[in-house]
């Protein structure tokens, strides 16, 4: 399996300010995802974060809020834009492999926001 | 559409008891793939079983054992004599494999605390 990291692993922001979420893995990968799980909910799927392109979104995320880059096979960001309350979550970065259909999730960024 | 229900929304035990956590699921897919992650208080989401929607055999690890039965669309976890270690949130969750890039659609979790 993968070993996937997270930085930061928490943190405590002001409303109205900005986060990017940093998520590195050891392997190349096919497949990288963002997941947020808002308190005491089950994980949502943000965006699926594409290598060399921009990142597909689900409904009700938008690009403008969540901005994502993937500039290689191990590595993507998330930015967390223009912070409320409401985005007071964990997100958790997650990988997959196409061919057998496994994904394992990083240990996950617990923001708080003031 | 596809979805993953997961109607125990906590189930308390006491150590050694064994237990079972239900899940089940709604895919116009014929080839799919189900999972069963845990999250203890920690946070961090472990990996625990992924199951194909053509292998319809039960599994067994350990105290852990999964009953598949796709006419009734059920993935089920049993935790035999469980312990306070097992104390978690279990997440099911199906992915509906290579149509939508292998994401996860996963249900609400049961919270089990495992009582000493």
């Known amino acids: 399996s993968a070993v996937i990291s997270q930085k930061p692993s928490r943190d405590i922001c002001q409303r109205g300010t900005s986060l990017t979420i940093q998520c590195q893995v050891d392997s190349q990968v096919t497949m990288m995802f963002w997941y947020r799980q808002q308190p005491g909910q089950s994980l949502t799927l943000i965006a699926t974060a594409n290598q060399g392109s921009e990142a597909t979104y689900e409904s009700g995320f938008v690009i403008d809020k969540f901005p994502i880059s993937r500039p290689n096979l191990t590595f993507s960001t998330l930015t967390v834009s223009n912070m409320s309350p409401e985005d007071s979550s964990i997100y958790l970065c997650?990988?997959?492999?196409?061919?057998?259909?496994?994904?394992?999730f990083g240990p996950g960024t617990r923001l708080t926001v003031l | 559409a596809q979805k993953v229900t997961q109607a125990q929304t906590e189930i308390s035990v006491v150590e050694k008891e064994d237990v079972t956590l239900d899940c089940v699921y709604e895919t116009r897919d014929t080839t799919y793939y189900l999972f069963w992650y845990k999250q203890p208080p920690s946070g961090e989401l472990v990996f625990l079983i992924r199951?194909?929607?053509?292998?319809?055999q039960n599994e067994i690890s350990g105290r852990y054992s999964w009953n598949f039965q796709k006419s009734t669309s059920s993935f089920n976890f049993t935790i035999t004599a469980s312990q306070v270690v097992d104390s978690a949130v279990y997440f099911c969750a199906l992915s509906e494999a290579y149509n939508q890039g292998g994401k996860l659609i996963f249900g609400q979790g049961t919270e089990l605390p495992v009582k000493p």
């Open positions: 997650s990988v997959g492999d196409r061919s057998y259909n496994e994904q394992f």
């Open positions: 199951r194909n929607s053509f292998d319809e």
